[in-house]
């Protein structure tokens, strides 16, 4: 029996990663993020034709495994599937949310703290087979310490409020080159404002060594050990392990704060694909 073709999608708010895999290889592609909470089940399957068909050419998956953010909640998981049906109406479709990703990936079947730290952040206690605790996520609104979106809300609050130097404020103008009033409109009325906070975080690893910008990060990424991972009490006795764009980039933060409160750092990814490609894979 030829093996089954599994298309596993990895979805944050900014990207999709998306991996074709028949056992035997895999092909890689990248559309733009798919979240429930900011788009309905129309324009999902629209930017899926769009963004990801004429990628594929004319190959039709077997399963459709889709890992996504905001696909905790029934309603998202429910939207979700809607569109994938309506894309692929013969596959089986699996919808679950990034955090499981994640878990899977990083942890494998060793349980482990699992930790998404990208546009937005999350964690959970993974003990091997499934989720056991996850401490709920709020949003970059009220939440997501540590993220790209709560680091790219703090440079704009340093600059807005003048609390950078001189040096950085010139450094600030030059790159970007907006008003208070471009940011205003792009936080309080456009769509997406997630992404649009997110986007000032290359700031920070262009800037590496200037003391505000270490504080920054520093006092980021302390709140999300502080809000999160100190909630879980397996913390002191399992691997911390990291997935997302934010955790690629400032490893050596991380690395600092386990080092500072005797935690054990385990594996640290810019991405799960590979490890969830590998899931899928060893499901036949």
């Not at 997935?243 to 600092?256: I, K, Q």
Request: aromatic content about 12%; glycine content about 8%; overall charge negative.
């Amino acid at each position: 029996m030829p093996s089954k073709v599994k298309l596993v999608a990895d979805s944050g708010s900014t990207k999709t990663e998306w991996c074709l895999t028949d056992g035997k290889q895999r092909q890689h592609w990248l559309t733009q993020g798919l979240s429930p909470y900011f788009l309905t089940s129309i324009q999902i399957e629209e930017l899926i034709r769009a963004e990801l068909l004429p990628q594929m050419g004319d190959v039709l998956p077997d399963e459709v495994s889709f890992y996504g953010t905001g696909c905790l909640a029934e309603k998202n998981v429910k939207l979700m599937h809607k569109a994938l049906h309506a894309v692929w109406p013969h596959a089986k479709t699996e919808v679950t949310h990034d955090l499981m990703g994640a878990a899977r990936a990083l942890c494998g079947h060793e349980p482990g703290i699992a930790s998404i730290l990208g546009t937005g952040s999350n964690s959970c206690f993974y003990n091997g087979k499934e989720i056991e605790k996850n401490n709920p996520g709020l949003g970059y609104v009220l939440g997501d310490e540590g993220s790209g979106a709560y680091l790219g809300k703090k440079v704009l609050q340093y600059y807005l409020y003048e609390t950078f130097d001189g040096e950085m404020r010139y450094r600030f103008d030059q790159k970007f080159g907006v008003s208070k009033e471009d940011i205003l409109e792009n936080v309080y009325r456009k769509p997406l404002p997630n992404r649009y906070l997110a986007s000032f975080t290359p700031f920070l690893a262009e800037n590496r060594g200037h003391f505000m910008i270490e504080n920054i990060l520093e006092d980021g990424l302390n709140e999300f050990f502080f809000n999160h991972i100190y909630k879980y009490r397996e913390s002191w006795t399992v691997p911390l392990h990291f997935t997302g764009s934010v955790a690629f980039h400032f490893r050596d933060v991380l690395e600092a704060l386990c080092s500072l409160y005797e935690l054990q750092l385990g594996r640290v990814l810019r991405n799960p694909m590979d490890g969830l490609a590998l899931y899928h894979e060893e499901q036949d």
